[in-house]
């Protein structure tokens, strides 16, 4: 595949992403169906909460990661730089977007370098898991760390996102075994994400067995990559097929609690239609030990050369998880995860 | 019955099925209420996926028929050449309109030969049951074999839609017996299906017990014919009436699954609503052998004179299958209907 | 109360009725959650269906009344003689409005004066239950039978409903024993029915233990009595507090169930928002064995001097319960009534 | 704080009441989802019904409360004298908005020394609970019942709204042995309530076992304190978190429902959303003791300089209250209590 292919892939997507509808009409990430149950007497201050948080042996000053999306194209340089700012501002983990493109075109690495802007972080790498069977192995793994300077590898599963473009790579044999090679071969922890349709419990146990740190579920409800390829694909069949998959997937609510009931210890994020921190509560509370945010941080990432207005999205992010840990009486992470005050709204 | 007459009702048909909504206020084919788990590492290569299947001993390169609709008008002429190229070229099953028409007026027969068109593809002649109780017999149905080169005839069981038509044969008694008599001596094999209100498990039962060779469900949720006749009706009492019955029927997925409940080993037919091929994995992953999609080929079978676009949306129909099949990492139509993962969503 | 405030009261009742909406907003009358499973090979003539049936050892060609409506206005006249020429064409059971104008306003006698038109049928005088608390008995119910010759009386519950009204008799106490003394006093059979908030199981019990003959279960769903008070009243907060009563009473279904459940052998009528033959078939199907008709009977009662129009809907919803047998198989009354293709439908 | 700023807020947050939508997007108090069973045959005389309660030993003529509102304004002073006279003229009870501001502006005082319009109404006096950790001690608190010549204190829980005002205190620690030690120190009862997020069956056993003499459970479904806030705040991103909590809190049913469950026989006032006596009649069925209204009255409590708006206002709800007994056939408040004629809607 040629550069010039790959950066407009990747531009399109983008474009896609920020200005069009890619959400599904009828699934949601299932959170709106689980309730706090408020605790008017709370019993603590509220400036003596604390959202810090460890994940990876690396702490954190809030239990948010930027969900892997951008790099390899022109727009990626800033807005790369920009969610780096702001993470090492926040304290928040960084995913890069698939780091493949620097490899197969070093003259875009540059907009994967941004351990600069971000030098406390926990940085996560990431490739499409798919890759292995395309002629990546351990060595290019390692590339992949040492340009980087990231602290853990995240492999994406996308086998609907792969089928569904013109160029996708879609020969998912085999992957359980690669994967475990690569575990046992790299000096970092590897994680393994969806892109939107999630995973689910009995998946991430035998991904756990087989040497993966931690999975990020990424599940239905937020963006939807049947709906962005619609956007672009010139075949009218193919957009008229995107319409039959819009309600495909596992809410991400439903992977939270099927992977923490199979796999009570292991490291786990949530991700998939997050938006706020009342969001992201509800997923801790639910099992999740971080909060992956990916498309709605993309518009203030990419619409000034600052990131001052990303910035203070992430506050108000942080601030709404705070003031719904207040409204439950929850000082801390630990005493979120382990509270009992979440239930399913009667129906 | 004069032949204008008859052949005006079913140009009458095809026109309001075509350009008016002919679909229920709120009944569904319930396939909406299930949801495949999507499993995130399929572990297959999308090319190997083989969607290839038999019936009754014939060899379908998908597991997909064209439901029985037309023929006996003009425009049934091309309507038919169109979907039996189409059949041929994708090699799906297919089935022809009531052929009681080229049997009372030879001269509108050749609408119904079109085997030349698709020498390869299983062929389903088509009458309606109650005609057994109006001069019908054995007779007669090898006469419909003959002229069509059928492989099988289908009966149709459409009760309420000749109530609502003025010129309907309502005599419904004793057919039990006569499609016994009729399963015992004709050659080929006999199957049994409703218009669009659904067969459930125990009539589907007393069939198969009786020598039917098939079942297709054609369930509520997808053309219903007291809306169609509604359109056509010249009383207002009678439009009406259609009105207090466009909620009648047995949805699609309910019939699925009380029909395999009932026999787990017969050959059943999955159709009523059907419009996309993740529908169609549903209805196999719920118990169907094969799926027939009526109403929604009508359009491009009807627009042109070539059978091309027709085609890309059998194409379509069948990608969005595999796709499907991807998405829960199933390679061929045996492992989807053995597949547990399809589950009713939670209300 | 003078004649006129009462007639005029009566002309803005039918007014109101006719041209506003008197439905609630969310209430139905719940027949739209059961559903018939469809039996698409009936084994029966349609041209066989017999719907006659017997009510107070009366023979009805259909298992229908029009219920009590109207009396004592000037439009009442050629209603009520337009709804027993219909009634009696058709052989349905037919009410009364309340006779109580007759007895207290003379001139207006001759609009329940119906007999004549309908020598045949199985007609209802009609009196509120709560007259017995001011000043009608033993006596006043013979003059009203005498009056109307009818055969049976009912005797109407309807607190809110005099509650709502400023001139309402609002006393319902020893409502019970005076019943009980009427039921044994009168050689014609008493039934007791609401005006559209409902009968539960236990009332119909105590009411069936002390005489009374039938029970009509006038059920929520259809006609909302403080709908049509918050036209009518001058006073702004009696017409907002009827708002608070929209969503009052039992659906008709639910009453038909449960008096059903507390007396399985005792005579019942459903009514309550019923339109047409399906919803009748329903009603029949769930327990009943007669179905009442309102409200929607009014446009066409009311439309023209002769009672055509009202005839043709009558036909038609009698060929609509026809129909609703034919599609499950039952060719009568009985067999329709001890049917068990009837099932809430999944929510 | 200084005085134009608390009152500025005070106007700001009546303004805001009055004009915008302050109420959730799809949380509702619940009490839709429960249906009174209608008693066609009520037994009693409509003009016999009795809606006299007593709660803390006084005698209440409707059990009804005027929730705590306001205070400290100008516009406060006639809205509190109007709803004053009204409480007197039908003997409801009445809560004051919080005094706090009366004791640090000694000038507003006037605004809370209602007791000259209401001689014999029981009165409750309001301060927030969080205040006895900035500076309120029992003298305070005497010092507002004396100035208030309130019967009792109210205190109220608004965690979430605390921190939603630039101006919040939020400390919420040791509140439960200050409110102990308060409750043994005053000699008038002390009850506690939330503001619209509710309080739990749980926290409200805590609460009367040191000592609160009656809970107001304040549950959600009527004002939501984040959405008012949202129209305040001159902060972008605080107006985007209020939208993140308009979905938070325990629906008043719930809470009703679990308190009694949790204490079956202490006192305990239900409000949140209610507006009609239909309502009301709901939350007594379920377990209160008396029924708080806030938001509704606002509006004719600040149109006109009388109360007789107002005082119609509270008859419609005492009549709605009436005729909901009317309707079930109870013919006092105990006997509404005890009622078992309330039942969860089959959804
Ligand atoms: C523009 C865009 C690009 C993305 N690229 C990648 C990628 O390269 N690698 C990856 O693992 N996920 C990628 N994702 C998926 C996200 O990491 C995330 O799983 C998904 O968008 C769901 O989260 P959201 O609903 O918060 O957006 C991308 C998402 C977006 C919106
Ligand atoms: C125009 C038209 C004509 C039809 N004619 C027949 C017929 O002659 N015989 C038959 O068995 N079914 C007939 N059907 C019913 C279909 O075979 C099918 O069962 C029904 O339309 C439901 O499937 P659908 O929702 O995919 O259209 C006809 C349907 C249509 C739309
Ligand atoms: C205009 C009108 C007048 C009515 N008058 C009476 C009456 O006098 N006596 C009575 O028992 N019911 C009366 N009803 C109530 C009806 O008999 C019936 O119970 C109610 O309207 C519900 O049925 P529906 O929804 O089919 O209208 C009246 C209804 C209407 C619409
Ligand atoms: C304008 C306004 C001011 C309020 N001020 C107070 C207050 O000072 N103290 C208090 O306990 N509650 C206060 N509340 C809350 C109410 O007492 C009540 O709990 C809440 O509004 C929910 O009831 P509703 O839905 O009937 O309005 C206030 C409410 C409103 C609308």
């Excluded at 299932?30 to 690396?58: C, Q, V």
């Excluded at 075109?105 to 292995?132: C, M, S, W």
Aim: aromatic share 6%; charged share 20%.
């Amino acid at each position: 595949m040629d550069n010039h292919e790959t950066e407009q892939r990747k531009s399109e997507h983008l474009d896609i992403v920020l200005h069009q509808k890619v959400t599904s009409h009828q699934i949601t990430n299932g959170l709106e169906r689980y309730r706090f149950r408020h605790e008017a007497l709370p019993e603590i201050n509220f400036s003596h909460i604390d959202i810090g948080t460890k994940f990876l042996n690396k702490t954190l000053l809030a239990p948010f990661a930027v969900s892997s999306m951008t790099g390899g194209t022109d727009s990626a340089l800033y807005i790369n730089q920009n969610l780096a700012l702001a993470a090492q501002e926040r304290g928040w983990a960084m995913g890069l977007g698939s780091v493949r493109a620097a490899l197969e075109h070093p003259e875009v690495a540059e907009t994967f370098r941004i351990r600069k802007y971000a030098p406390d972080i926990l940085l996560f790498a990431n490739l499409g898991a798919v890759q292995l069977n395309y002629g990546y192995g351990v060595d290019e793994c390692k590339q992949i760390i040492d340009l980087t300077e990231a602290d853990a590898l995240i492999l994406h599963l996308n086998s609907l996102q792969e089928v569904f473009q013109p160029e996708g790579n879609t020969n998912f044999q085999h992957l359980f075994s690669r994967i475990e090679a690569l575990c046992s071969a790299l000096d970092v922890p590897v994680g393994v994400k969806e892109v939107g349709w999630g995973i689910h419990g009995e998946l991430a146990t035998r991904l756990y067995s087989i040497g993966v740190a931690f999975i990020d579920v990424a599940g239905a409800g937020g963006t939807s990559w049947s709906q962005v390829e619609k956007y672009r694909s010139p075949d009218n069949q193919i957009r008229h097929a995107a319409e039959a998959f819009t309600e495909w997937g596992i809410p991400t609510s439903d992977c939270i609690i099927d992977v923490r009931k199979h796999a009570p210890h292991q490291h786990l994020i949530a991700s998939g239609g997050i938006n706020t921190g009342v969001e992201g509560a509800k997923s801790l509370a639910l099992g999740a030990d971080l909060v992956g945010i990916g498309r709605s941080l993309l518009h203030n990432a990419s619409s000034a050369s600052t990131p001052d207005t990303l910035i203070s999205q992430l506050k108000r992010i942080e601030w709404e998880l705070k003031v719904a840990m207040f409204g439950i009486g929850c000082k801390d992470i630990p005493s979120l995860k382990g509270t009992n005050r979440i239930a399913l709204i009667h129906p």
